[in-house]
């Protein structure tokens, strides 16, 4: 059995450098995720005026509930979509001027569905070019609260930004959903207020947030579930293998934990207990149908695995995949037609057909990191595999070529 130490998630880190900086007192987040987004993050709050200072293993985060400590900043996003939608949501309940760019890739990602709902409680908020995306400047004076509604079918984390502001606003929020893609992320964020000292409730469609602000505090951040189900993956692919991945258990926050039953229904052999899963190889992956709304981060991870299966593997209900940091959905299409397999694609969906991938292919990842870490566990059982930008895997996991080599290697 191999034990792999995942870095740690980056949908926690984000989150909680989000509150720690909101937070009254110092906060310090142990064993955070050091990769280009949440660095990203990490520099844009310091731009902010907030005190940001990091150690191996602890970073320390000094909270100013009343937001910003400079009036004025200019703040790239780089290609985090958690930085460029977390950050223009954070800084609408301070006071002052703050102008907001990304990369062309984070300039092509969707915004509007955010900013709409930001305005409408009254936010002046202006796109620079593209009306719904990157660049745009706030110009804060506080948020007063309210009632909306919210559109979260493209992406959660247009809801988690909204509702991490509700305590920093003067009367609280009420968000009506009428969609929701990735809903256990959402859950992450209502834990994570709770855990920082916020009120906040659920009935039906609607959260009820309180004007309760924020508490500083110590907190710990997982590993992270997306990155290890390349490993999950890995293991179930081939015979005789099993990985343990420490930190990931029951009480685990990351709804993509739920890619190991994906395993499972597949033929895995699956272990979670208090403080770890494993999954074991049994020689066999079978095909199925899934619904992956809920874990959709993790659809090219099974893309990916999906050809060595007995039977089609069909993932349905992935629409959001399509305005990822690339076409996921189709980057999985074309990678896996190019390797010669036999695939089939929907508005929302993806059939892929048993049969045996032949290189040598270079995967155009699309600058996209989950294509280049899923391919790699193809690239496992098929020779001459290439990606024509490797290093992409620094948005989430610089280190990824070398643990996952040193993974390969290990008996």
Known sequence: MTVIDIPGSKSVTARALFLAAAAEGTTTLLRPLVSDDTEGFAEGLAALGYAVRREQDAWHIEGRPA???TDEADVYCRDGATTARFLPTLVAAGHGTYRF????????RPLAPLTTALRTLGVDL???ERDGHHPLSVHAAGVKGGALTLDAGQSSQYLTALLMLGPLTAEGLDITVTD????????ITLAMMRAFGAEVAREGRTYRVAPTGYRA???GIEPDASTASYFFA?????PGRSVTVPGLGTGALQGDLAFVDVLRRMGADVEITDGATTVRSTGTLRGLTVNMRDISDTMPTLAAIAPFADGPVRIEDVANTRVKECDRLDACAENLRRLGITV???PDWIEIHPGTPTGPVEIATHGDHRI???FAVTALRARGITFDDPGCVKKTFPDFHRVFDTFVRTP
């Open 67 to 69: 937001g910003p400590g």
């Open 101 to 108: 760019d990304a990369s062309a890739q984070m300039r092509r």
């Open 126 to 128: 202006r796109h620079g």
């Open 180 to 187: 929701l893609v990735s809903e256990p992320y959402v859950e």
């Open 217 to 219: 505090r110590t907190y």
């Open 234 to 238: 890995a293991a179930a692919l081939q």
């Open 344 to 346: 089939e694609t929907g």
């Open 372 to 374: 280049v870490m899923s």
